[in-house]
């Protein structure tokens, strides 16, 4: 059977500086459960990356993010399954609303600060970009 392989968006939600990280509980697979990612999920047919990304966040975090430019994208291979990853820039007006719905905790850090988690194998090439960018910092 070939591997499958996911269209995914995912949303660097900036707000006063600091970006928000978001850690999945149990899930299918072993090597991304408990993992933080960035909010986000798979394009689904008929949707453009803009649409899926809006509606990807809104409903794991109930915020309303303006989508900004696109930060980084990769091709990664896990056991199961291969995801091309598209991270965008995304800003929060207002995180008063902000409500987890599918992860299990979530962090505000500050750029260089996002090393100290334990992120998904494949958002590793986007948080040493974004750990050595000097244009996110406040
Ligand atoms: N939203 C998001 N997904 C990511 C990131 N990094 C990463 O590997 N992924 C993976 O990309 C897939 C996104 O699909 P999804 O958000 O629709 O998740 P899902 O619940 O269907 O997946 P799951 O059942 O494997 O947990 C997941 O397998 C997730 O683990 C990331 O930074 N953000």
Redesign the pocket.
């Known amino acids: 059977m070939p591997i499958p392989h996911?269209d995914?968006?995912?949303?660097i939600i900036q707000h006063e500086g600091k970006i928000l990280c978001?850690q999945?509980g149990l899930?299918?697979?072993v090597y991304?459960?408990f993992?933080?990612?960035?909010?986000?999920?798979?394009v689904e047919p008929g949707e453009t990356a803009d649409s899926a990304l809006y509606r990807?966040i809104k409903e794991?975090t109930r915020l309303e993010v303006q989508i900004g430019n696109r930060y980084h994208v990769l091709l990664?291979d896990?056991p199961d399954?291969r995801?091309t990853?598209t991270?965008y820039l995304c800003r929060a007006a207002h995180i008063e609303t902000l409500k987890l719905t599918?992860h299990i905790h979530h962090q505000w850090l500050y750029p260089a600060q996002l090393r100290e988690l334990d992120?998904?194998?494949?958002?590793w090439p986007?948080v040493e970009k974004i750990s050595g960018d000097t244009s996110l910092r406040p």
């Open positions: 996911y995914v968006v995912a949303g978001t999945k899930g299918k697979h991304t459960s993992k933080y990612e960035f909010p986000g999920g798979k990807e794991e990664h896990y399954f995801i990853l991270a599918e992120w998904a194998a494949a958002d986007i």
